[in-house]
Structure formats: structure tokens, C-alpha cells
């Protein structure tokens, strides 16, 4: 029986052009200007650090740490510091009203029912916990964050891993056999099913071709495991 769901954010709760096509260049123009800014705010500088460890570069200005940024996002990088800094930029955009995050029309209530019926959601996304946070605070569904129990991100190890998702269980609490992992990633879902975990594809044009998983086009279609 299924006790907690984890859902992935981009192509499954939400499009991934609106964060390709809306967050990652709001924070590529923006990351200039923040870094210069908050130079020497200490959880900036934390990230610049751990940026310099990753990359071995000495990053002595705001001008060689934005290169080192903007050189990332090109590369679709997942690197934490990376992640947490677009969150800190992004927390300005929503709070401002620049934009609220996609949802697809069925997420929210399918959400909502799932946590009627006494299931734990949580998010696991390349994003960064705060990230995710905003993102489901500034929803185009409204203020979403009650619903979940807990968040992930690459803190958790590499999306594609599944020792990942042996973390993720190991957190949560509960046996693997009683947890379902959403994604349109055929790799994430097989890391998640080497972990024990149920796993559903969703695929939502439609388009993605044959899959060990189950697939479904909408939240709607999701009927769970027993």
C-alpha cells in the first residue's frame, strides 16, 4: 500500500519550459547584479566557496563568480551552489510578482486529494529546498506548501542514483515498497525502482515512447499501487 509520494517538478508537476524558459534566464541576467550586491553576505559567500571547491577555481570577484554561474547554466549543471544561489534570485522575482510558478491544471488537486486520503508528500527536484519551497508557495495553484511533509535535492545524491533514493527512503521513514516516485525521467525512475520504490512516468505529451513503468499523461490518470 502506498504511504508517501515524492514528485519530481519539471515536466511533472509543471512545464519544463517555464523553468527554461522563465526562471533560468530571470536568474542568468540577474546573477551579475545579486553578486555584486551581496558580495559579502555570508550565505553567498558559503555558496561561492563551495563553488570554488567544486570547480577548483578561485573565484577572488563577483564578476569571475557570475562567469563560473553563467558557464554552468549553459552546461544545465546541477551543482548545489549553483542551485541555491538561482534560489536566492528567484525568492526576489516571486516576492516582487515578476511571475508565479507552473502547475499543470491537474496538480493541485490532485495534491490536495492525495493528502486527504492521509498520504506524506514530499519533492525531490535538482532544485534547491528553498527553490522548491518558493516554487510551491508562488504557485499559479496558490500557496501549496502545507501539503507537503518534506522536500529533496541533490543534497540527497544524484537524481540518477539509487542510492539517492535509499536516502530518500532512509529520511522519510517508511519501507520502500511503500513509496511512489513520480518523474518523466526514465533514468530517475530506474534508479528509484532499484531502490525499492513504486514508480509511475509521467509522460505529459504523450510522447516519450515505451517505458518499463507505468505512464500516465495527467495526475488525473494516476491510480495507485496496492
Not at 16 to 25: A, D, G, N, Q, R
Not at 31 to 60: H, I, K, N
Not at 61 to 77: H, V
Not at 156 to 172: D, E, L, P, T, V
Amino acid at each position: 500500500m502506498i504511504k508517501a509520494i515524492i514528485t519530481d517538478i519539471e515536466g511533472t508537476t509543471s512545464s519544463i519550459s517555464f523553468v527554461k524558459e522563465v526562471l533560468f534566464p530571470y536568474a542568468a541576467q540577474a546573477f551579475p547584479g545579486f553578486l555584486a550586491a551581496q558580495w559579502d553576505d555570508q550565505a553567498v559567500r558559503e555558496q561561492v566557496r563551495a563553488a570554488e571547491a567544486e570547480s577548483g577555481q578561485t573565484l577572488e570577484t563577483p564578476e569571475q563568480a557570475s562567469a563560473l554561474f553563467q558557464q554552468w547554466i549553459s552546461e544545465d549543471r546541477k551543482a548545489t551552489p549553483l542551485k541555491s544561489l538561482q534560489g536566492m534570485i528567484w525568492k526576489h522575482g516571486y516576492q516582487n510578482g515578476d511571475y508565479t510558478a507552473h502547475l499543470y491544471a491537474d496538480t493541485a488537486n490532485a495534491l490536495q486529494n492525495w493528502k486527504q486520503q492521509g498520504l506524506d508528500l514530499y519533492v525531490y527536484s535538482s532544485g534547491s529546498i528553498p527553490a522548491q519551497k518558493l516554487f510551491f508557495g508562488y504557485s499559479d495553484g496558490g500557496d501549496l506548501t502545507n501539503l507537503f511533509s518534506g522536500y529533496f535535492d541533490t543534497t540527497s545524491g544524484h537524481k540518477q542514483a539509487a542510492q539517492s533514493y535509499r536516502n530518500i527512503q532512509n529520511a522519510i521513514g517508511l519501507p520502500a515498497e511503500n513509496l511512489l516516485f513520480l518523474s518523466d525521467i526514465e533514468a530517475e525512475l530506474d534508479a528509484a525502482a532499484e531502490a525499492g520504490f513504486n514508480t509511475i512516468r509521467v509522460d505529459r505529451e504523450g510522447s516519450q515512447g515505451s517505458s518499463k513503468h507505468p505512464v500516465v499523461t495527467s495526475f488525473d490518470e494516476i491510480r495507485l499501487p496496492q
